[in-house]
C-alpha cells in the first residue's frame, strides 16, 4: 500500500513535470521574442527590458526552466503581466468559484444518475429504463454550453427564479449558493446521463452472476442485493468515470464560466489566453492539471477502499 | 429435527406433474415435461442426467427462481403442505435461506468476491431479530468449526478470495446450513472442484447428514457422487424422469435403456480397460417440438418404431421406483431385459490394434528433460524491500517426459499442479527457465518465434475451453482452415480441405457453415480436433478434451482421438484432472503435483499399484458409480500448498498420511525402477 502510494504520488509528479516543461517550452515555440509574446505587441521596450530581467530571460533556456520549476515547487508560479500580482494568489482567488461549481455539477449528477441507472437495470425494458435510456442518450448530445444558454434563458431572462450571471456576493454564502444553483444544472446535466448508462450496463451485468443469485437463494430482501450485494461491486468502473469526469470538469466548465460570468479557474485561463497573459495560463493550467492527477488518484483509492481483491493487490 | 413431526409426515418434497416452458427467440422449449417425484424426510435424492435433461431447472423450480422467460405450465410442488408455485413472492422469500437452502455449483463464482465471510452470513440471519450481533457471529463461527474450517474466529473475517476452492465450498456448506433449513439443495456441489477436494467435501456432506438427518436433493451429472451420497435417484433425459429408484436398484438393476447406457459409458465403471470407450450415439432431442411416445426412442439401441411412438407405461417393480420403458410392459416386453450386468449395450466402435508396441522402441517425438518454468511473484524492488533473495515460483520443477510416435501419454495432476503451464512452455508459448525440449532432436527451449513457427505445423495444440477458444465471427470452414492460412499453406482448396477435415473428425457437412455459438459441446470439441489436425502434426497436446462434455459424448472424442492417432501415428500428451478418463486413453501417464512429476510409468500399472501416496490417493479420490463401495473415510486430507511455500521435505508430506520424518526434510530424488517406472518418493508404497 504504502510503496502503491509512493509510486503513484512519483508518477503523478512525472506527468505534472511534463506538463510544465510543455508550458514552459510554449512560450519558446511561438515565433518571436518571449518576451515581446508575453507582453503583448503593444508593450514599451523598459517593459520588455523589466520584463527579460525578471524573467531571468538572459540565462541560457535550461537555466530559465530550471528556476521555473524551482518557484513552481515553492509556490511561486510567477506574476501577472498586468496586475503584478502572484499568479498564485488570483488562482488562490478563483480556485474555490470552479471547485464549488464541480462540485455541485458532479454532486446533483450523482446523486440523480447512480439511482437512475440502478432502477433501470433492475426493471430492464420497462418504461422507467426506456426513459432512462432516451433521457440518458439525449443529455450526453447536447453540448453544456447550449443547456446553459437555455437554462438561462429560461431560468434567468424569462421566469427570473434565479440570477443570470455573477458568482454572488463575496462572504455571503446563501447568495452565492443560488448563484451556482443554474451553472451546475448545466455542467452537471450530462453526467447524469453518462452515469445512469454507466451504472445500469454494469448493474445488468452484476446482476446476472451467480453470487446475486445465490444471494436471492438465501432469501435476502431485494433492496439488500440491489444495494449492498450488487451495486458495490458495479460501482467499481464508475468510480473511475467520476474521477476521470472531476478532472476533466474543472478545465471544462470554462463554458458555463463564460456564459454565467463566473471568475472560475476556466475562465481565467480563457481571459489570461485572450490577453496573452503567459505565466497566468501556465499557473492556471498547472494548477487543473495538479487538481486532474489528485482526483483521479482518490478515485482509485476509493475502488481499492471498497474492493479488497485490489486493495492487496496494491 | 424432522423426527418431531410424526410419522404421517413423512414426504418433505412431493413434486408432482411438474412442466416448464421457456420461451426462447426458437420458440417454447418444454423444458420439463410431467416430473413428479416425492422426496423423504433423512433421505438424500439424486437427480441425475446430462446437460439439457432439466435436472437444474427442477431445483429452481422448487426455489422460484427460474429465469424471467421460464413458465410454469402445470403441476405443484408441495413442501410442508405448501405449494411453492403458489406461495407469492414474499412467501417464497421466507422460506429461501430459512426451511430451503442451497450449496451451490461454483464456490469461485457463487460468493460475493466484496463482502467478507461474517457479512454474508450476518445477512443469512437477517430474520433473526431477536439475536444479537455476537450470538449470529458465534452462529457463524460454530458453522464454519462444524463444516471444518480451521481457525474459524479469524477466517470469518477473510473475503472469498482468501479462501482456496476447497475451504469455499466448505464455506458455501456452511452458510447453507446456518439457519438450520428443513431441505437443503446441492447443486453439483463438488464439479468444480480437484479430485482430493471432491472425496473431502463427499465426506463432510456425508458426515453432516448424518449429523443433522438432513433432507438433501443432490444434482449432479456424476454418476460417483450420486452412487457414493444418495439413498434414492431419478434419472432424468430431455426434461423428463425415465427411470427412479432407490440407489442400489438403480446401479445394480437399471431397466431403462438410457439409465443402462449412462452407466456404461461411465469411464470410471468400465473395469475393463480398453482405448475405445462406449457412446450412446446421436444428439439430445429438440425440446422445440413436439414429441410422441418415448423420448429416448431415437437415441435407443432398441428402439421399434410402431411401438415407441407411444408413450410407454410407469412400470414399478421396485419399491418406490418405476422405469418408462415398452420392453418392461406390453407387446414389445422382453422377459431377458435387462440383460446381465457385463453386457455391453451400447456400441464403442471397431477397437484399433494398439500403436504403442511397434513405437515403443522408436526415438522420442517430444524429449523434456529437467525442464523448470518460473514465474516472478514481485517486482525486483518489492523484492528488495522485503528482502526476499528469490521472488520468482517454481510452476514446473525438474520435469523429465518424453512422448514416441504413436503414444499417448497423460499428464495427471489438479489445479495448480503445473501441467497446463508445461503443455504451453512445450509449445514454446511461455519461456522456460532452463532444462531441455527436444522435438524430433532438435531443442526448441525458448527458440525465437521466427525460427519456432514451422515447427509449429507438427505440433499442434487443442484448447480447454472449446467454444472460448473459436473465434465467433467465424464458421466453422473458416474455423478448420485457419491454421493453413496462418502458415501460407498454398496450392490447397481451401473448400476441399474443410470438406476433407471435417469428414475425418465426422462432423456433418452443412456444419462448416455455422458458428462457434449453433454447436453443441462435443461439435465445438470435434472442430477443435479439426483445427488440431489442419496440418498434419506429429504431434497434439490436449488440454482437457473431455472437459465440460457429458458422459456419453465424451467417449465419441476419445475414441475419434484413438482412431486418427491408429491412422496417422499421432503422439499425444493428454493434459487432464480426469483419471477415469485418461486411464482409458493413455499408454503412460505421468503424475504431477506442485509443478513435479511424482510418478511416471505405464499407465496400466499404474492404476494397478501406485508406488507415490499421492498417486494413491487420486485412483482412490474418484468416487466410484457404485453403492456398495462407498467409501468410509478420506484417503488425503488438507490442501495442496502453495507454491509460494513449497515444503522443505517432499512436496507432498504435509498431506501423506505415510508421511516420515525425513519426508520433511529432505527432497526424494527421482527414481528409476528397473521395469522402467519412475518416482519421487522415499518410500515407495509397493
Not at chain 1, 538572459?58 to 537555466?63: Q, S, T
Not at chain 2, 431419478?234 to 424422469?241: K, P, R
Not at chain 2, 445394480?252 to 456404461?264: G, N, V, W
Not at chain 2, 485412483?619 to 478420506?634: A, I, K, L
Request: hydrophobic share 45%; net charge neutral.
Amino acid at each position: 500500500m504504502t510503496l502503491y502510494l509512493v509510486k503513484r504520488i512519483g508518477l503523478s509528479l512525472a506527468v505534472i513535470f511534463l506538463v510544465v516543461a510543455v508550458l514552459f517550452s510554449l512560450l519558446y515555440l511561438i515565433p518571436g521574442d518571449p518576451a515581446t509574446i508575453a507582453l503583448g505587441p503593444r508593450a514599451t521596450p523598459e517593459a520588455i527590458q523589466r520584463y527579460a530581467e525578471k524573467m531571468h530571460l538572459d540565462e541560457p533556456v535550461w537555466m530559465q526552466f530550471l528556476i521555473y520549476v524551482g518557484n513552481a515547487l515553492t509556490g511561486d508560479l510567477g506574476v501577472d503581466v498586468f496586475s503584478d500580482r502572484p499568479v498564485t494568489a488570483i488562482i488562490g482567488e478563483r480556485i474555490g468559484f470552479t471547485l464549488s461549481l464541480v462540485f455541485a455539477g458532479m454532486g446533483w449528477a450523482m446523486l440523480l444518475g447512480i439511482p437512475l441507472g440502478c432502477f433501470a437495470a433492475v426493471r430492464p425494458n420497462t418504461w422507467l429504463d426506456r426513459v432512462t435510456g432516451v433521457l440518458s442518450v439525449g443529455t450526453i448530445a447536447v453540448p453544456s454550453f447550449l443547456v446553459s444558454i437555455w437554462a438561462l434563458l429560461i431560468f434567468a431572462v424569462h421566469l427570473k427564479w434565479l440570477p443570470a450571471i455573477g458568482a454572488g456576493e463575496p462572504g455571503e454564502l446563501g447568495d452565492q449558493a443560488i448563484h451556482l444553483v443554474l451553472p451546475a444544472f448545466a455542467v452537471g446535466l450530462s453526467w447524469v446521463g453518462y452515469l445512469a448508462r454507466m451504472v445500469r450496463a454494469s448493474m445488468l451485468e452484476v446482476m446476472g452472476e451467480t453470487y446475486i443469485r445465490s444471494a436471492r437463494a438465501f432469501g435476502l430482501r431485494p433492496r439488500r442485493i440491489v444495494y449492498g450485494y450488487a451495486l458495490r461491486v458495479a460501482i467499481l468502473p464508475t468510480i473511475t468515470l467520476i474521477g476521470m469526469g472531476f478532472g476533466g470538469l474543472i478545465s471544462s466548465t470554462v463554458f458555463a464560466e463564460i456564459i454565467f460570468s463566473r471568475p472560475g479557474i476556466g475562465k481565467l485561463i480563457f481571459d489570461s489566453v485572450m490577453a496573452r497573459n503567459f505565466p497566468v495560463v501556465q499557473g492556471g493550467v498547472l494548477v487543473a492539471t495538479g487538481l486532474y492527477i489528485f482526483v483521479v488518484l482518490v478515485s482509485d483509492l476509493i475502488i481499492a477502499w471498497l474492493d479488497p481483491r485490489v486493495r492487496e493487490s496494491l | 429435527m424432522a423426527k418431531d413431526l410424526g410419522p404421517d409426515a413423512e414426504t418433505l418434497l412431493d413434486i408432482r406433474n411438474l412442466s416448464v416452458d421457456f420461451r426462447t427467440p426458437r420458440g417454447r422449449v418444454q423444458a420439463l415435461r410431467d416430473i413428479s417425484f416425492p422426496v423423504r424426510r433423512g433421505r438424500i435424492v439424486g437427480l441425475v442426467g446430462e446437460s439439457g435433461s432439466g435436472k437444474s431447472t427442477v431445483l429452481w423450480s422448487i426455489l422460484g427462481l427460474l429465469s424471467g422467460n421460464a413458465e410454469v405450465t402445470a403441476g405443484e410442488i408441495m413442501f410442508d403442505e405448501r405449494d411453492m408455485l403458489r406461495l407469492g413472492e414474499p412467501g417464497l422469500r421466507a422460506a429461501r435461506g430459512e426451511d430451503i437452502s442451497v450449496v451451490f455449483q461454483d464456490p469461485m463464482t457463487s460468493q460475493i468476491p466484496v463482502l467478507t465471510y461474517a457479512r454474508q452470513m450476518f445477512d443469512i440471519l437477517y430474520r433473526r431479530p431477536n439475536l444479537s450481533a455476537s450470538q449470529k457471529r458465534r452462529m457463524a463461527i460454530e458453522m464454519m468449526e462444524k463444516v471444518g474450517i480451521p481457525d474459524p474466529e479469524s477466517r470469518i473475517d477473510q473475503y472469498p478470495h482468501h479462501f482456496s476452492g476447497g475451504m469455499r465450498q466448505r464455506a458455501g456448506i456452511a452458510m447453507a446450513l446456518l439457519t438450520g433449513p428443513k431441505l437443503l439443495l446441492a447443486d453439483e456441489p463438488t464439479t468444480a472442484l480437484d479430485v482430493t477436494m471432491e472425496a473431502q467435501i463427499i465426506h463432510l456432506l456425508q458426515e453432516l447428514q448424518s449429523d443433522l438427518d438432513a433432507t438433501i436433493v443432490l444434482v449432479s451429472h456424476n454418476l460417483g457422487l450420486i452412487a457414493e451420497l444418495c439413498d434414492d435417484v431419478v434419472v432424468m433425459y430431455a426434461g423428463e424422469i425415465v427411470e427412479a429408484g432407490d440407489v442400489r436398484s438403480i446401479f445394480h438393476d437399471a431397466r431403462h435403456p438410457y439409465t443402462r447406457a449412462l452407466l456404461e459409458c461411465d469411464p470410471a465403471r468400465i473395469s475393463d480397460v480398453s482405448r475405445k470407450l462406449p457412446v450412446i450415439p446421436g444428439d439430445i432431442p429438440d425440446l422445440t417440438r413436439q414429441r410422441h411416445g418415448c423420448i429416448f426412442a431415437p437415441r435407443c439401441p432398441r428402439v421399434e418404431e410402431g411401438i415407441c411412438r407411444t408413450t410407454p407405461p410407469p412400470d414399478a417393480r421396485t419399491p418406490g421406483g418405476h422405469a418408462r420403458c415398452h420392453l418392461l410392459e406390453g407387446p414389445m416386453r422382453d422377459p431377458d431385459w435387462p440383460p446381465p450386468h457385463d453386457v455391453v449395450t451400447v456400441g464403442r466402435g471397431a477397437i484399433p490394434k494398439a500403436a504403442s508396441e511397434s513405437t515403443a522402441r522408436d526415438a522420442p517425438l517430444l524429449d523434456v528433460s529437467d525442464l523448470n518454468v518460473r514465474f516472478r511473484t514481485l517486482s525486483a524492488l518489492r523484492a528488495r524491500l522485503r528482502g526476499m533473495d528469490d521472488p520468482f515460483v517454481d510452476a514446473v520443477l525438474d520435469v523429465s517426459l518424453s512422448v514416441r510416435p504413436g503414444e499417448t501419454v497423460g499428464l495427471v495432476g489438479e489445479s495448480g499442479s503445473g501441467k497446463t503451464t508445461l503443455g504451453r512452455t512445450v509449445l514454446n508459448l511461455l519461456p522456460a527457465h532452463d532444462g531441455s525440449v527436444r522435438f524430433e532432436g532438435r531443442e526448441i527451449r525458448n527458440m525465437p518465434e521466427a525460427r519456432f513457427k514451422p515447427l509449429r505445423r507438427d505440433m499442434a495444440m487443442m484448447f480447454q475451453d472449446p467454444v472460448g477458444s473459436l473465434s465467433p465471427r467465424k464458421s466453422v470452414r473458416a474455423l478448420i482452415t485457419e491454421p493453413l492460412q496462418i502458415h501460407n499453406v498454398t496450392g490447397v482448396d481451401l473448400d476441399a480441405e474443410a470438406q476433407r477435415l471435417a469428414e475425418m473428425v465426422r462432423l456433418p457437412k452443412p456444419f462448416l457453415s455455422r458458428y462457434p455459438h449453433e454447436l453443441s459441446g462435443g461439435q465445438a470439441r470435434r472442430v477443435g480436433v479439426a483445427r488440431a489436425l489442419a496440418l498434419n502434426p506429429k504431434l497434439i497436446i490436449a488440454d482437457e478434451p473431455t472437459a465440460g462434455l457429458d458422459v456419453s459424448v465424451q467417449g465419441e472424442i476419445l475414441n475419434l482421438m484413438a482412431d486418427l492417432q491408429a491412422e496417422h501415428g499421432l503422439g499425444y500428451l493428454i493434459i487432464t484432472h480426469n483419471l477415469p478418463v485418461v486411464r482409458h486413453v493413455s499408454d503412460r501417464l505421468a503424475i504431477m503435483y506442485l509443478g513435479r512429476v511424482v510418478e511416471e510409468g505405464p499407465a496400466e500399472a499404474i492404476f494397478r499399484a501406485p508406488l507415490h501416496p499421492y498417486t494413491q490417493a487420486l485412483v482412490d479420490g474418484v468416487p466410484q458409480p457404485d453403492p456398495d463401495r462407498r467409501r468410509t473415510h478420506v484417503s488425503i486430507t488438507g490442501e495442496v500448498p502453495s507454491l509460494l511455500n513449497r515444503p522443505k521435505g517432499c512436496d507432498f508430506a504435509t498431506r501423506c498420511p505415510y508421511a516420515q520424518d525425513r519426508c520433511r526434510q529432505e527432497k526424494p530424488p527421482h527414481e528409476t525402477r528397473p521395469d522402467g517406472r519412475k518416482h519421487a518418493c522415499l518410500f515407495p508404497l509397493n
